[in-house]
C-alpha cells in the first residue's frame, strides 16, 4: 500500500490548473448508457473512480477508451442489466447505473452499495424516485431489482437535499413517458454539468441549477461529446494549501461562483482573495481568525471540503466550531489530526477546534476516507518534520496526481510503495 511522506514547512506559491471534477465524470459515464453508440468526454480526470466506473460500464457490455483526458464509451445493449456486489461495494456512485439502465431497457439490478465510511448513507431517496415514476422495486439478496415497461413522468419531492437522488431520478425522467417534476432537487454544479450533457444528447430538461428542475420525456437520446466541468472541491483544496503554508497561489480553470461558500469563510478568516473569470488566488497572509463553519448542500459550504478546512482551522488564531450537517460521521480525520498535535474536541455533528498557530508536529497518519486524506496532506505540509499519511489509496479514488500539484508549487513529497 503507498503511503505518502511529507515534509512541512515549505511555502507554496505559484500557479495550478484545476483537473475535471471527479462527482461530475463519474455520473456523465453512466449517463452514456442512455443513448447506444459513441460518447466522447473530454477534461476527464485519470482517477481510481473513473476506473471503477469503467470496469463497471465494460461489465454491461460497453467498450470504453481513455486517450489523455479523453474518454470515449461506446455503448452497446447489455447482455444483463447486471450491476454486481464487486463494483458497486468498491465505488458508491456505481448506483448511478441504476436510472439510466431502468429508463433504457426497463431493467436494472443493481447491488446495494451498503453502508460507507462517512454514514450509512441510504438509497431510499433513489428507488422512491424511481417508484414515482412507475418503476416496481424489490430487494433481493443484496440487489435492487427494479423493472418497468416504460416509466411515466411523475411530481416527486425529494425529502432530503440528495446529489446522487436528484441525478439518479433525473436520468432516468428523461425517457420517460410525459414530464417529471422533481422539488427540493439538490443544485450542485455537478447537477448542472450533468443535466447539459442530457440536453446535448437530446433530452429536454429545464431548471437544473434549481430546487424544481422539470424534464419532458423523449422517446430517444442519441450519444453526444461534452468538457467535463472543473473540479471544485481539489480547487478548494489546491486554495487552502496555499493559505495555511502562507503563500500565494492562484488555482486557474475554476469558476469563482462553485466555491463562493469557501472564499467567503477565508476572507473572514482574514485572507485577502482575488479572482477572474477563471482563476482564484489566495495571497499571502501570516497569521488568520479562526471562524465557524456548517456544511450544507449547494451553495452553502461544502462537506467535502470541511476536512481540509478543518486542518486551517487547527493553526488559526482561536477557536472554531465545525458543524456537518450533510453527513453523520465525518470527522474520521479528527483523531488523525489530534496526532499531529491539533487540539479538537469532537461530538457527534460538531468539532470544536482551538488553533494553535505553529503547533502541528509531524507524526504517521492514517487516511481514513478521501477528503479525510486531503486534511491530513495539508497539514503534513506544515507540521514540523515528515509526516508519514498512511493508506493514501484513499487520495488517488478521487484527486488526480495531488501530490505532483503541490509538489509543482513547492511542497515536498515523496510517495513511497
Ligand atoms: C455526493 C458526492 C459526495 C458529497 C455528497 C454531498 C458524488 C459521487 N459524491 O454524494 O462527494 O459529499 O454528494 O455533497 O457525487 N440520503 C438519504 N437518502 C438517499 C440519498 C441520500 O437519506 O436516498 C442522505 C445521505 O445519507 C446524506 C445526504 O442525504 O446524509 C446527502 O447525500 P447525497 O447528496 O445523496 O450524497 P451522494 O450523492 O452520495
Known sequence: MDRMVIEGGHQLNGHVDVGGAKNSALKLLFASLLAEGKHTFHNVPNLADVGSAAVLLNSLGCETHRSGTTFTVNVKKPQSFEAHYDLVRKMRASILCLGPL?????????????????????IDLHLEGMKALGATITLEEGYVKARAKKLKGANFLFETSTVGGTENVMMAATLAEGITVLENAAKEPEIVDLAEYLNKM??????????????EGVEKLKPAEHTVMSDRIEAGTLLIAGAMTGGEVTVNRIHPAHIEALIVKLKEAGFKISQTDLSVTVHRQIGWRAVDITTNPYPLFPTDIQAQFMALMTIAEGTSVITETVFENRFMHVQELCRLGADITPKTRVAVVRGKPGGLIAAPVMATDLRASASLVLAGLVAKGATVVNRIYHLDRGYENLEGKLTQLGAKIKRIE
Not at 430538461?205 to 424534464?215: A, P, R
Open 102 to 122: 431502468l429508463a433504457k431497457y426497463g431493467e436494472a439490478v443493481v447491488s446495494l452499495p451498503g453502508g460507507c465510511a462517512i454514514g450509512t448513507r441510504p
Open 202 to 215: 437530446g433530452a429536454k430538461i429545464k431548471g437544473h441549477g434549481t430546487s424544481v428542475i422539470t424534464i
